[in-house]
């Protein structure tokens, strides 16, 4: 492939316009909202805080927030009622260790596991794309860091939510990123939360097959979603995602062909 032409889009990716969000006012999610609404997709919430997710995205007309509880299949399917979907993005999860956030049943097993495997049961089966958020170490859960981390199974129910996507005949993306940086932002508004930028960690690097350690900015994962959904290199395709310090930042006037030679060049590597 030419890495200086952009692939064209196919006619699947091009008729993306409604996105369903999960995980929403989360870290990842409320910056991921920010970016699709900057890009005029209208987007679909499901959430647990009404008043957190209207605080955050005030009475944008791109956005239909509706109440629903992920844990519980029928809950998603009564918010879903009647709602059209092209593409889904998961940015579900909790605390690795316990913490205030495990109350009422929040914990990994319920969240990371469960609420994605119910989220994944009621998609309709001409989705265009399920992008999953996940993380490094998924597969590496008996090596050290992962292992400390992986105390309470985090890692485990992650790597479960992965395969039970993948055999689910769905078209999809996992997005792995390393430890979270940068926000989050939830005492923002949504228009501080489009002009988020990411801090000393610029430099982004994408592989393939867990073998990358490191940190990951929250606007750097935010920005791998939006931008997998417009290329084909992506579908049924999982990718690392880290940062490192340096001067690389994303162009605005080519994001596409940028994250495109990432994603790319992850594959490319992945295959030697």
């Known amino acids: 492939m030419n890495k200086n032409t952009i692939e064209q889009l196919t006619p699947e990716s091009s008729k993306i316009t409604t996105i369903l969000v999960l995980g929403a006012t989360g870290g990842v999610g409320q910056i991921l909202v920010a970016k699709l609404i900057a890009q005029n997709y209208q987007i679909i919430a499901i959430v647990r805080n009404m008043e957190k997710a209207q605080k955050l995205f005030g009475d944008s007309p791109n956005i239909r927030i509706f109440s629903g509880d992920i844990r519980q299949q029928k809950s998603l399917e009564k918010s879903l009622e009647n709602q059209q979907?092209?593409?889904?993005?998961?940015?579900?999860?909790?605390?690795?260790?316990?913490?205030?956030?495990?109350?009422?049943?929040?914990?990994?097993?319920?969240?990371?596991?469960?609420?994605?495997?119910?989220?994944?049961?009621?998609?309709?089966?001409?989705?265009?794309?399920?992008?999953?958020?996940?993380?490094?170490?998924?597969?590496?859960?008996?090596?050290?860091?992962?292992?400390?981390?992986?105390?309470?199974?985090?890692?485990?129910?992650?790597?479960?939510?992965?395969?039970?996507?993948?055999?689910?005949?769905l078209p999809y993306t996992i997005i792995r990123p390393g430890r979270l940086t940068d926000g989050?932002?939830?005492?923002?508004?949504?228009?501080?939360?489009?002009?988020?930028?990411?801090?000393?960690?610029?430099?982004?690097?994408?592989?393939?097959?867990?073998?990358?350690?490191?940190?990951?900015?929250?606007?750097?994962?935010?920005?791998?979603?939006?931008?997998?959904?417009?290329?084909?290199?992506?579908?049924?395709?999982?990718?690392?995602i880290i940062n490192q310090i340096g001067k690389y930042e994303i162009p605005d006037h080519n994001k596409l062909l940028f994250w495109q030679t990432l994603f790319t060049t992850a594959q490319e590597n992945n295959s030697l």
């Open 184 to 240: 989050p932002y939830t005492s923002y508004d949504l228009n501080t939360l489009i002009k988020a930028t990411s801090g000393n960690y610029q430099k982004i690097i994408v592989g393939q097959g867990d073998k990358l350690l490191g940190e990951t900015s929250r606007i750097i994962v935010a920005e791998a979603c939006v931008e997998a959904l417009k290329l084909d290199c992506t579908i049924n395709q999982t990718f690392e």
């Open 85 to 169: 979907i092209d593409a889904t993005i998961s940015c579900l999860g909790t605390t690795a260790f316990p913490s205030t956030r495990w109350w009422g049943g929040n914990n990994p097993e319920n969240i990371d596991y469960l609420g994605n495997q119910n989220l994944i049961n009621i998609m309709p089966p001409n989705l265009k794309r399920f992008i999953l958020v996940s993380s490094v170490g998924v597969e590496r859960s008996e090596e050290f860091p992962y292992k400390i981390l992986n105390l309470f199974g985090v890692l485990d129910y992650k790597f479960k939510a992965e395969n039970i996507l993948k055999s689910s005949g």
